[in-house]
């Protein structure tokens, strides 16, 4: 059965940082490309970031980039999301996935945990 367990958001100040993790079970993390996704109150859930299992290239949206870092730790099943100079505009609930492929794209995936909520003050 396939588990993702996202923690590590919180109430944080505009401009502070969090660490996001995600525990993964049930598959195989160097069969799947790992994702982040967020959904802010009234939109679309919305891909933020990605890493490639084959080749361990990493994606990220314009909205993030140059201040999420996404890294995986394939020993420990674990997706790590880091996060700086957060903004109000980044109030969501995170979630990690597995997409069905080893490179970034497409909107497949094996699933997705509860989420965990990031809230950035201004």
């Known amino acids: 059965e396939v588990q993702l367990v996202e923690s590590g958001g919180g109430l944080v100040q505009a401009g502070g940082s969090l660490r996001l993790s995600c525990a993964a079970s049930g598959f195989t993390f160097d069969d799947y490309a790992l994702a982040w996704f967020r959904q802010a109150p009234g939109k679309e859930r919305e891909g933020i970031s990605c890493i490639s299992s084959r080749d361990g290239s990493t994606h990220y949206a314009d909205s993030v980039k140059g201040r999420f870092t996404i890294a995986s730790d394939n020993a420990k099943n674990t997706l790590y999301l880091q996060m700086n100079s957060l903004k109000p505009e980044d109030t969501a609930i995170y979630y990690c996935?597995?997409?069905?492929?080893?490179?970034?794209?497409?909107?497949?995936?094996?699933?997705w945990g509860q989420g965990t909520q990031v809230t950035v003050s201004s």
């Open positions: 996935t597995a997409l069905l492929r080893r490179d970034c794209g497409g909107s497949l995936t094996l699933g």
